[in-house]
């Protein structure tokens, strides 16, 4: 007793004071501990606190857009190291200017390869070679060789190749039935539609111009690209380098070019400016009233959705050998600090992937470059009935030199090209093809000084050699 009163009264509140902070405290845990042991959403937008986020950066469709997402959050579920986010375009001019002005550093981005030289030249690549060595990925044996072709240079893979979607010829099948064109003896693709020659393609066209089909067999655009395929397959070059091209080489090819404009300048079996004026070739196409359109992979989930519209796929037309031009993209890897670009590295190998192939080719939009999911799963998309014509015309493709700005080029040679199409007589077409030839230098040649006083440019020439009258000056009828 003696003890105990020495504690006084003033121990004796003390006491009081910390039993009830320990009261108060335990409660206080018991219900953190409750809260904690409720399950929390994985963040969207970024990691967790121990975790790196890593920025993918692409476009597409709404359904492509969604396969990249199920993608990431695959990814994300197995990954105890990184958290991506994808950042969706809906095209890659939207998506490269976004870069470029700095609202967003992607970590691992898509990339055309027509943007491949920009991108090297803005230092914003990592080379890939020794990164997928290290991960045991066996790029030659596994992926299209050309398009790892398209996106090499410097000795170094630039960027893995992703897609590669040749331009191939898409037809009506109510409006051509080589069925019957065989038994009427005229020239028809072989039966596989591995092989499509220029005299089978203007018998296809002509087929469908028929009077009672209200309707006209083929439009190309008169664009460098609409022509290129057949300048290809008929003279084999294109430029007067394939590597450091300074010019076009298009007067080389004259002959290989006035066999293709005997078609695509027939005014009976091509479209006129007016009917261009009120519908799209495209639109002409949907409606039934168009044979032939050339066009990429991305076409063919529009026309699946077209209804009443029957349609297959031939590559496009040879003038001696296989050639055509293709859009193709690549995933690339951004620089950065050494740990980042390893993190960064294993996502790309698991986005290049069969598993995660598969899931953007069945959207309908893309030609994988991925050779497994090319010659298997994208087969059985259907229709085209034809689909093998798209993995077997990859192998046609040429890509343009990596230094080539495209757009910039089909922009400053556009005039003399729509004139090939369009001008109601060519009289000499090797000047026009000339004309054009040293319009593309300003692009192509840095120390080229045009001439003050240029010949006659390619829209005064004129050429009845070359296929007559324009068929855009025509008006037949579009019922």
Known sequence: MAEYGRFGWRTAVTMAVVAIGVVVGMIVIGNASDSDSRPHPRP??????????????????????GAYQKIVDAYNERST???????????????????????????VFLLRQDDLAATMAAERNQPLQDLMDARGVHV????????????????????????????????????IDFDRMARRGQPVPNEDHSSFSLDAFRAAAQYASRPGTHAKGVEIAPTLSGLAPFVYSGSGHLFDDDTQPTSLALGNATDAIRDTLEVLRDPKITLSSE????????????????GMIAGYRDLTPVLRGTPG????????????SSATIGQMTGVCLAKGPRDRVAQAADFLVDLIGDKAVNLVT??????????DVAFHGFLKQVPPAHPRVF??????????????????????????????????????????????DDQSRVVLDPSYQPSESPSGSPSGSTDSSAGGSSSRSDAPSDD
Request: charged share 20%; aromatic share 8%; hydrophobic share 40%.
């Open 44 to 65: 969207t937008s970024s990691g967790a606190p121990s975790m790196a986020t890593l920025v993918f950066a692409t476009w597409g469709s709404d359904e492509e857009l």
């Open 81 to 107: 190291v990184v958290d991506v986010r994808v950042v969706g375009y809906s095209d890659p001019e939207t998506m490269m200017n976004a870069i470029d002005s700095g609202q967003i550093d992607p970590d």
């Open 140 to 175: 030659s044996d596994s992926f299209l060789r050309e398009g790892i072709n398209a996106f090499s240079a410097a000795d170094d893979l630039q960027c893995m190749p992703y897609t590669a979607s040749p331009m191939v010829m898409y037809y009506n099948k109510d409006l």
């Open 275 to 290: 009917q261009l004026e009120r519908k799209s070739a495209l639109e002409w196409f949907e409606a039934g009233k168009l």
């Open 309 to 320: 519209l029957h349609f297959d796929v031939l590559p496009m037309p040879s003038l001696g």
């Open 362 to 371: 069945k959207t309908g939009a893309t030609v994988p470059a991925n050779l």
């Open 391 to 436: 993995t077997v015309a990859q192998r046609s493709i040429v890509p343009p030199p990596i230094d080539v700005d495209w757009a910039k080029l089909q922009s400053n040679v556009r005039a003399g090209i729509e004139a090939l199409f369009t001008e109601p007589v060519l009289d000499d077409l090797s000047s026009a093809l000339t004309d054009i």
